[in-house]
């Protein structure tokens, strides 16, 4: 069966501060991973993707995650918060013709 | 190029009414995806759309329903509107090629605010 479990329904950091959102999966297929945001009242906006070309993937505003297989993990990093980052943050997997969304990561970035 | 779109943007309806939604893709893609967003949660699948066709289904009742058109824009429609169908409605538009390649990236409309009073 296929899901998508992130860790930390809140995360609250100061801003200039390492930001680490986790999330774990797990599916019979290679899937491919994806981390979007949400800002309120706003539709969802792609930071990222995986699909097997490098662990290591760069996406928009300085995130970036790393695929371990080994540990089943896709977690989301960036150096330094913004307060801009503030918002709700999803793992996606989509393997089989099926996406499934992580419950969601909030972002609190404090001043 | 026009991403994903969506209409209305907000919606009220109430108890045991009809409501149809409408999403066009980005241009160039095929594939159109309906998802559920209630407060507080994560987008829930509903159902995917390809060659005019419902391909894949949620676990969503058939008060759900959706159509294609042959310019790839889609419909939800919601019977017998219930309180607990008031959430946010997004659509996402992918290409079916891509999808075969593992290459798929789902591009999401703002949503429509559906309320059921």
């Known amino acids: 069966a296929q899901s998508v479990t992130q860790l930390d329904s809140h995360v609250s950091v100061s801003e200039g501060t390492p930001v680490l959102l986790r999330c774990n999966y797990s599916s019979s297929y290679s899937p491919s991973l994806f981390w979007y945001v949400q800002h309120p009242n706003k539709g969802l906006q792609l930071l990222l993707k995986?699909?097997?070309?490098?662990?290591l993937v760069k996406g928009i505003n300085g995130f970036e995650a790393e695929f371990k297989k080994s540990e089943t993990s896709f977690h989301l990093t960036k150096p330094s918060a913004h307060m801009s980052d503030a918002a709700e943050y999803f793992c996606v997997s989509l393997g089989g013709f099926k996406t499934i969304f992580g419950a969601g990561t909030r972002l609190f970035v404090k001043a | 190029d026009a991403g994903v779109t969506q209409s209305p943007t907000h919606l009220i309806k109430t108890r045991g009414q009809q409501v149809t939604l409408r999403c066009s893709p980005k241009s160039g893609h095929d594939t159109v995806s309906w998802y559920q967003q209630a407060l507080g949660q994560g987008p829930q699948f509903i159902f995917q759309y390809y060659e005019e066709e419902e391909r894949q289904r949620g676990n969503f009742p058939d008060r759900f329903s959706g159509h294609q058109f042959p310019n790839y824009s889609s419909e939800l429609n919601v019977n017998a509107l219930l309180l607990g169908d008031s959430a946010l409605y997004l659509c996402?538009?992918?290409?079916?090629?891509?999808?075969?390649?593992?290459?798929?990236?789902?591009?999401f409309g703002p949503g429509t605010r559906l309320t059921v009073l």
């Open positions: 996402a538009s992918s290409s079916r090629r891509e999808l075969l390649l593992s290459t798929d990236t789902q591009y």
């Open positions: 995986y699909t097997s070309a490098a662990t």
